[in-house]
């Protein structure tokens, strides 16, 4: 028993990840690469209506097919199916059930209609030819403000209207701020704006893939989740399998981004027809049939109104929004507005506050959860707002932030939307990008070249965002109705040899948890970092848990390994103090070993007592023979990262093509546990974000096809497209958890969009453009420049969203 | 079924294939080379890039009959006698690599790239990955990946 070194703490250092090797060197797990001794393989037929009865499907001729197996349709499975879940149920939910196979009528277009099963993936793809299916054709359903009108045509025969719900929030009746009527009636200025957050699509690089075996009265099951335990859950309640013998297990998962959310169709026809034939199945999707039917994001029509006094003083902000659906409420989906609702007043000190969501069934694939989920929605309507504010007031858009924020010395704050917000610095973080950015230069270049009548414009965009991270105290998701908690778990189990087994309930997808929880852990216990191994993503050896999404998994996750961490050395303390022959209370726990305070030259370490233990020659009277510990964290409240974004654009007015010049970001995301992971969630996010803002859009026609199924027509930005990005962080530690971080899986996607289409409209400007729609293709920005109705025009080439943008200032149009 | 002989990462084979069985599909599911993926159907994400007789190839886009007599290097292949070759070490040490599923075909790429322009810009790196999508890095780290990579010597 030796003194130890003094070891350098692993939190905040740039580890690289543990997770590399096997993904460098070709050795993954991916679902589809499970193959099973006697395993069928399973393809989906698509409907290709968007809107249809189906009066006939005829599989004879399918079910002769080489290979074939089996050959299923809506009525084989109409009474075993149940309804695909929705895990938000506030009083007055519209939910006419999700089918996972349509029965005797066709939503949306790419809902299945018959599944077959047969010996490889070639012959059951051949196959799906041979299924001859009737529609009688029924009107698409596709425009959310018309679809709510008396007498629109229906999605859902059984409900009385398209309208899902209507979720209000209003500062005056909730206590938390004046009534938003009083700031509209006294406002000095009032701008009003319609804003459409284009449908989105996840895109994860991994297609969905799923295989099922059927195990005694149950099924293993190893699917492309971002929510095995949740899945399991909801899998067992769904199909009336007891749950304890159902296992998920999430092996390597290529991306998420909130797409995986879900309990898929798929996953309920496999588990179906693997327990129908009693053999085990695969599906793995194409990217095609990826793109058309896995679960949509965004699209939301808002229209916000914005009150302020002559001086600046932001006053009330109004915030109506339309939101889409799809055919049918998925897991999130309807709640997903919400999950926005407190966060459109964002670092402003709004005095009062009204959030009105309307959700709306059309017949389009159905949405979901997509990186964000609500809250770059909100950020892009405030901070779009903001620039149009500061632009009727003839103010610098920046010194009408900094007169509104929350000043540091204000914390913690509680805002007109109820939530208190746990630390932050937006001055200096500001301070910070705009010295990294030279932004003085860039506004001296752009005074320059506007008046030389530069045909390439420079613009500037600003976007000072927040966000709640660390999905999510239990009680407040009670409160909203959510069908479950917000707690995340952890074991931790100490190996005889002083190695350290993590078993974690968040799922990873790419986030880097092995590397960054295998940091907090060593630091915790003081053991090596090579010595802790993070276990996850399988319901038998982590089987407890809430899964990874909503940025939690550190702030919520990482925090439960804290309080297991904490159990297992108070275990531990008890075993050195019997063999250091001294009192508990003398004892210090420093560098993963425990010493009599005041003599050093003592000690021992946790290696020596988790072999002391594993022995159990020699504990204190009455102790297990054990170390291990598990915890369950249900936090307090949220995190709020917030940070600091600028964004420098070319755009060439002759041919409307924008180019990102710089973007700097100052992000805090509370305490760094690894630098070289956050940077890497920030590039990430950013990409996504600008992405909206510039190249994506899921497009329907007025048929109700989707338009952009393939990556040919749903542009993912590509290396040529984006820049290098400059990242930089400042540090506020979060109040609310033992390891004060915030969160970072969402913040560059939150924040972007609106600082590149602010950049944009700042560029224009001059030409009396006030609004870009998203996403600001060459064709729209060149139409916003040089159409006769500037701001109609700019909406050119997008699909029916109802309506052109409002565009008024002081009551009358400008 | 028509016969065809190749080399896959070092490893000579022998099999028959249906004329229409795409390469990625013949290496993945015949030989049993898991690494190399398929991200998408129409050539544009370039998951699945294999090196073809010394030229990038996306093995969604070559029938298995054309690799007929033909050499073929995955990401399987790269990495020698246990020792990361200079892209994957690059790749690891840059952190270019978040859920990892792109990476069998955008190192591929930039192995390609280097093999063609020791010493690319950071625009000719970038036109020259355009190819391969990736979804999670924003493709900074993977930049600094590939001209960590030329630094090294990748080419060589």
Redesign the interface.
């Known amino acids: 028993m030796t003194a130890v070194e003094q070891r350098a703490a692993e939190i905040g250092q740039a580890r690289?990840?543990k997770?590399?090797?096997h993904?460098?060197?070709?050795?993954?797990t991916?679902t589809?690469?499970t193959t099973l001794p006697g395993m069928l393989h399973i393809a989906m037929l698509r409907s290709p209506m968007a809107h249809a009865r189906i009066s006939s499907v005829d599989a004879t001729e399918a079910k002769s097919r080489p290979g074939v197996v089996g050959v299923f349709t809506g009525q084989d499975f109409k009474d075993a199916q149940g309804s695909l879940p929705c895990a938000w149920a506030p009083d007055g939910l519209v939910n006419p059930g999700t089918p996972s196979i349509a029965v005797d009528q066709v939503n949306f277009a790419g809902e299945i209609v018959a599944v077959i099963a047969a010996r490889s993936k070639?012959e059951a793809q051949d196959a799906l030819e041979a299924i001859e299916v009737d529609y009688d054709p029924l009107p698409a359903v596709l425009n959310m403000e018309d679809a709510v009108k008396d007498g629109a045509d229906r999605v859902h025969p059984a409900t009385e209207s398209n309208k899902i719900y209507t979720w209000e929030f209003e500062s005056g009746a909730a206590g938390t701020g004046i009534p938003i009527q009083e700031a509209i009636d006294t406002a000095e200025v009032t701008i009003q704006r319609r804003f459409i957050q284009q449908r989105l699509i996840p895109?994860?690089?991994?297609?969905r893939s799923t295989v099922v075996q059927p195990i005694g009265e149950g099924v293993t099951m190893w699917s492309s989740t971002q929510i095995p335990h949740i899945l399991r859950t909801l899998l067992a309640a769904t199909l009336g399998i007891a749950e304890h013998h159902v296992r998920v297990i999430a092996p390597?998962?290529?991306?998420g981004?909130g797409g995986k959310i879900a309990v898929m169709p798929e996953e309920v026809l496999c588990t179906l027809i693997a327990r129908t034939l009693n053999k085990p199945v695969k599906w793995t999707e194409?990217?095609?049939e990826s793109l058309l039917s896995a679960h949509h994001g965004r699209d939301q029509i808002q229209d916000i109104t914005l009150t302020a006094k002559r001086d600046g003083t932001v006053t009330g902000l109004d915030v109506h929004l339309w939101a889409d659906m799809g055919a049918y409420n998925r897991l999130f989906g309807p709640s997903v507005p919400v999950l926005g609702a407190f966060m459109y007043n964002a670092i402003y000190k709004f005095a009062a506050y009204r959030f009105v969501s309307e959700g709306v069934f059309t017949t389009k694939t159905p949405t979901d959860a997509y990186r964000g989920a609500g809250r770059p929605e909100a950020t892009f309507a405030v901070e779009r707002m903001m620039d149009e504010l500061a632009n009727e007031l003839d103010m610098d858009p920046m010194d009408l932030r900094r007169k509104n924020w929350i000043a540091h010395e204000e914390f913690p704050f509680t805002t007109v939307a109820g939530l208190t917000y746990d630390s932050g610095n937006y001055e200096a973080a500001t301070d910070k990008a705009l010295e990294l950015m030279g932004w003085d230069d860039l506004r001296r270049e752009q005074a320059e070249r506007r008046n030389r009548n530069d045909p390439v414009q420079l613009g500037l965009g600003i976007s000072t965002f927040t966000e709640m991270c660390g999905l999510a105290p239990s009680r407040v998701l009670g409160s909203l109705a959510f069908g479950a908690g917000g707690w995340e778990h952890a074991s931790i189990r100490m190996l005889a040899t002083g190695k350290v087994e993590v078993v974690t309930g968040s799922s990873p997808?790419?986030?880097?948890h092995e590397t960054a929880f295998s940091q907090i852990v060593a630091d915790q216990l003081g053991v090596a970092f090579d010595d802790v191994e993070i276990l996850h993503g399988d319901t038998q050896s982590s089987p407890k848990g809430l899964d990874s999404y909503g940025s939690r998994s550190l702030a919520v996750g990482g925090a439960a390994l804290v309080k297991a961490a904490e159990k297992v050395i108070d275990k531990a303390r008890q075993v050195a103090a019997h063999l250091l022959e001294a009192s508990e209370d003398d004892l210090e726990f420093q560098n993963g070993s425990f010493s009599v305070k005041g003599s050093p030259g003592s000690s021992v370490s946790m290696g020596d007592i988790a072999f002391t233990t594993f022995l159990g020659h020699n504990l204190p009277d009455g102790m297990e023979p054990s170390l291990d510990a598990d915890a369950t964290y249900d936090p307090i409240n949220f995190s709020f990262p917030h940070g600091t974004h600028l964004c420098a654009v070319d755009v060439d007015t002759e041919t409307g093509f924008t180019k990102i010049r710089k973007y700097v970001c100052v992000d805090d995301v509370g305490v760094p546990i690894n630098p070289?992971?956050i940077?890497?969630?920030v590039?990430?996010?950013?990409?996504?974000g600008i992405a909206q803002a510039l190249y994506e859009e899921a497009v329907y026609d007025d048929a109700g096809n989707l338009t952009t199924g393939?990556?040919?027509d749903y542009t993912?930005p590509?290396?040529?497209?984006?820049p290098?990005?400059t990242t930089a962080r400042n540090e506020t530690a979060s109040t609310y958890n033992d390891l004060g971080v915030k969160g970072v899986g969402e913040a560059?996607t939150i924040a972007s969009t609106p600082a590149v289409i602010n950049a944009i409209v700042d560029a224009l400007r001059p030409f009396g453009v006030n609004d870009v729609q998203m996403p600001a293709t060459p064709e729209r920005v060149w139409r916003a420049i040089h159409g006769a109705e500037k701001s109609d025009r700019a909406q050119y080439g997008t699909n029916a969203y109802g309506g052109p943008s409002t565009n008024t200032v002081d009551g009358g149009p400008s | 079924m028509t016969k065809i002989n190749l080399k896959v990462d070092g490893v000579a084979y022998s099999d028959d294939v249906?004329p229409r069985t795409l390469l990625v599909h013949y290496l993945?599911e015949q030989v049993g080379?898991?690494?190399?993926?398929?991200?998408?159907?129409?050539s544009?994400?370039g998951?699945c890039t294999v090196d073809l007789d010394g030229q990038s190839v996306k093995s969604c886009t070559v029938l298995a009959v054309q690799a007929d007599g033909g050499d073929v290097t995955?990401?399987?292949g790269?990495?020698e006698n246990g020792t990361?070759s200079a892209v994957?070490q690059a790749?690891?040490?840059n952190?270019a690599?978040?859920?990892?599923?792109?990476?069998?075909g955008m190192?591929m790429a930039v192995r390609d790239l280097l093999k063609n322009n020791p010493n690319p810009s950071?625009d000719e790196?970038?036109?020259g990955?355009?190819?391969?999508?990736?979804?999670?890095?924003?493709?900074?780290?993977?930049?600094r990946a590939a001209q960590a990579a030329a630094a090294a010597g990748a080419n060589a």
């Open positions: 690289k990840r997770e590399d090797h993904l460098i060197t070709g050795r993954t991916w589809d690469n070639a895109a994860f690089m991994e297609p390597d998962v290529g991306g981004f194409s990217r095609s997808h790419g986030q880097g070289l992971i940077e890497g969630q590039h990430g996010g950013l990409a996504q393939t990556f040919v993912l590509s290396a040529a497209d984006l290098t990005f560059g | 249906e993945r080379k898991i690494g190399t993926v398929v991200g998408c159907d129409t544009n994400c998951a995955t990401v399987e790269l990495a990361l994957q790749f690891h040490d952190h690599l978040q859920c990892g599923f792109c990476t069998p190192m950071e790196i970038r036109e990955i355009e190819g391969n999508l990736c979804r999670c890095t924003g493709y900074v780290n993977i930049v």
